[in-house]
């Protein structure tokens, strides 16, 4: 049978015929579809609210929060306040471990991926394993390990490793001395950035120097000469304005001092060093792709192998690590929900857990708890995609 | 727990996907065949699975008389765990047909939460137990203590109430469920656990030295548990409501799961035989057989049968009836009439 002539076919026919007409209505039906369910889901939503007599709205948020919560750095919160600090402390706890935990795992992370490409093999093997056994056990059950050895090895307070009198490791938590400025100690800092500054000004200087003469100064030890000497000397002169608020065991617990409690803890080490581990794995991809070639070519021009390491193999190998770095960052933040498996009170645990739980907002507080991971998210993804802007190879 | 987010989340997604929720609990457990039960994830003495995965307990049998009385077999039961935080949104998204999971009734709950409540099936309170060897007598000296605590829970606020008004400081720990409970407490996390005076009996039932640790005089609140349902359905809220007062009836009038047969056949009182659908149509009025409450009362048994087989004092439980005594006793169990 011949086929039929299409211009005889009819008009969708053709217009089915036809590649780039075709994708377009592709697109307009899945966007239809897409847009459907939305609408069905939102449609549903209504219905069973209604339907349960529940009302969607935020005005809980200025009640009362009436539960405690004891960890909380940055506010000074009561159970007088209201939801929405309860909230805020959730966020503020988040972005505490998110941070402390990033910061941890990309130093972690570095020196693991950097020691399993050592040439001593049992530095090797032993990183391997490390990295073998963290990346195949699921993130909860670390954080779990790391708790459980802190709550049951540890002894309690009253019996607390004293560490010389003034720090106690207990199942309570680690328990350090912290800093009591007094008056002077504005000054000092004051001191302290100005040294910062003028130690970034000597490097911009140094930098120069080399480019049009040579010669190198070694700028790292000066610049920390400048800013640890300059810091000294303000500190002893005025007469080392700071003391230290000692923890002290009190009836049940130490009181004073910086508490590590062991939630937090828990949460940190846990995401950091699982987070660690394929960030290892990611700087080792790095610098193994980095060709071999240009090594040599570096020790041909008479580099010593850690001007190597830190003008030629790191500044090419950045730009494929920083790329699948982002999302390890983003996977150790979102990581950080798993707090309430140990009653760390991050935003899962307290709008997202207890408001919830108390004001019977399951919507609003989720779709808080949503936008806020959401923000952070776009937030360090916005921040890496400028970072990795600013390293990326420049053609001239 | 992982589950925890993903749990919320789910949740949320079930209020966004569930079919519409429509009035007639009834027809769907009948069609179903098998009644769900919101019930926690294991308190000794009020809702546990044994080795076979059956599950036991005070509130559970309160559900398989619900099931009795609904299907006429108190073996149609699914048991959905909850733990204190997923329970109401368990039950509101549909999960559950009714709850029986030592739960408090309250203002906010009843009224904020939309749920029905349907009598109090424990009268408690919150206590606090301690290690005896902290050599604590009273709660009033657990100023700077860290405490154990169930987070979804009225514990929590009524925990932050006492010590706000008693200008006392502690570190709450927070902890899932009773089982997390449990384990931080015995590690020595935190010096006191606090959850109800039921829960904290049953927890130390469970400990392998018990008389190491003692619960401290002070009950710092109200809290009577009851069952609850969803907003919407009077007659299922109805049916919930007569089972409880048919178990607390039964055993006023002394009817028994041992002696239930012969009561119905012989009874002189008007009430015993209109409750076990000898004289009347109260069944049909309900929407169920005529003998919904033969069926509790014979595979159940009365209130003080239910009590005394989970947590009375000849269990490791050990609580005594208190204020659960009937009022004829000097207790709160009062029924309203089968009139």
């Known amino acids: 049978m011949a086929a039929v002539p299409i211009e005889d076919r009819g008009l969708l026919a053709r217009l089915w015929g036809n590649q780039e007409t075709r994708s377009v209505i592709v697109q307009i039906a899945t966007m239809a579809i897409v847009f459907a369910l939305l609408a069905l889901v939102l449609r549903n939503v209504a219905i069973n609210l209604e339907a349960i007599g529940k009302e969607f709205s935020f005005d809980f948020l200025t009640a009362p929060a009436a539960y405690d919560i004891t960890f909380s750095p940055f506010i000074d919160y009561t159970s007088r306040d209201t939801h929405f600090t309860a909230a805020a402390v959730g966020i503020l706890n988040t972005l505490l471990v998110a941070v402390c935990g990033i910061a941890a795992a990309s130093v972690l992370g570095v020196t693991m991926g950097i020691l399993r490409l050592s040439r001593n093999w049992l530095v090797n093997r032993i990183v391997y394993v490390f990295l073998e056994f963290t990346r195949n056990v699921p993130v909860l059950l670390h954080i779990l390990l790391v708790h459980g050895i802190v709550v049951t090895t540890l002894p309690p307070p009253r019996r607390a490793i004293d560490l010389g009198g003034t720090a106690f490791v207990s199942n309570r938590g680690f328990f350090a001395p912290s800093p009591v400025f007094e008056e002077g100690s504005g000054i000092v800092a004051a001191v302290f950035v100005i040294a910062v500054v003028a130690a970034l000004a000597f490097r911009r200087w140094a930098k120069r120097v080399q480019v049009e003469t040579g010669k190198i100064y070694s700028v790292f030890w000066i610049c920390t000469a400048i800013i640890g000497g300059a810091t000294a000397v303000a500190f002893l002169a005025l007469g080392a304005p700071l003391s230290w608020d000692l923890p002290a065991l009190k009836g049940f617990n130490f009181q004073g001092g910086l508490a590590l409690r062991p939630e937090f803890l828990a949460l940190w080490l846990a995401l950091s060093y699982y987070t660690a581990c394929f960030i290892a794995e990611i700087v080792r991809a790095g610098i193994l792709a980095v060709s071999h070639g240009q090594t040599e070519a570096a020790y041909a021009l008479g580099l010593r192998p850690n001007r190597n390491l830190q003008l030629v193999v790191l500044p090419q190998a950045l730009r494929i690590i920083v790329p699948p770095l982002v999302s390890q960052y983003l996977n150790l933040t979102k990581n950080s929900s798993l707090a309430i498996a140990i009653g760390y009170m991050d935003i899962v645990a307290t709008i997202g857990g207890i408001s919830l739980m108390q004001t019977g907002k399951e919507m609003e507080t989720m779709l808080i708890v949503l936008g806020v991971y959401l923000v952070f998210s776009l937030l360090i993804s916005a921040f890496m995609n400028w970072f990795n802007r600013s390293i990326r190879y420049k053609e001239r | ?339």
């Not at chain 2, 009874?267 to 919904?292: T, Y």
């Open chain 2, 1 to 339: 727990m992982k589950a925890t987010i993903h749990n919320a989340l789910a949740l949320t997604l079930m209020l966004a996907l569930a079919s519409v929720a429509r009035a007639g609990t009834l027809e769907d457990v009948q069609a179903r065949g098998v009644l769900n039960c919101v019930v926690s994830t294991g308190v000794a003495g009020f809702a546990y699975p044994d080795d076979a995965g059956e599950w036991h307990g005070f509130d559970v049998d309160f559900c398989r008389a619900t099931a009795a009385a609904v299907l006429g077999d108190p073996k149609a039961i699914k048991a959905v765990t909850s733990t204190g935080k997923t329970r109401f949104t368990l039950l509101n998204a549909g999960e559950g047909d009714v709850l029986w999971r030592n739960t408090t009734i309250t203002f906010s709950r009843d009224v904020g939460v939309k749920l029905r409540f349907h009598g109090v099936n424990y009268y408690d309170g919150q206590g606090f137990m301690v290690p005896k060897a902290l050599g604590v007598s009273s709660a009033k000296e657990l100023d700077g203590a860290s405490v154990c605590i169930q987070t979804g829970t009225t514990t929590e606020l009524n925990l932050a109430d006492y010590f706000h008004s008693n200008g006392m400081k502690y570190e709450a720990v927070t902890i899932e469920t009773n089982d997390e409970a449990r384990q931080n407490y015995l590690a020595g996390r935190c010096d006191v656990y606090t959850t109800d005076a039921s829960g904290l009996a049953a927890t130390r039932s469970t400990f392998t030295n018990p008389d190491d640790h003692v619960v401290l005089p002070e009950i710092i609140s109200k809290e009577p548990l009851g069952p609850a349902t969803r907003h919407g359905d009077d007659q299922w809220s109805d049916i919930v409501t007569w089972v409880l007062n048919a178990t607390v009836t039964a055993e006023e009038k002394g009817v028994t799961s041992a002696n239930v047969d012969e009561m119905r056949s012989s009874s002189k009182d008007p009430e015993v035989l209109r409750l076990l659908g000898a004289e009347g149509n109260q069944g049909a009025e309900l929407g169920l057989e005529a003998d919904w409450a033969y069926n509790i009362i014979k595979s159940v048994g009365n209130y003080g049968e239910i009590f005394e087989r989970n947590i009375g004092v000849n269990t490791p439980i050990g609580l005594a009836r208190g204020l659960n005594a009937l009022w004829t006793d000097g207790g709160l169990q009062y029924s309203p009439p089968f009139r």
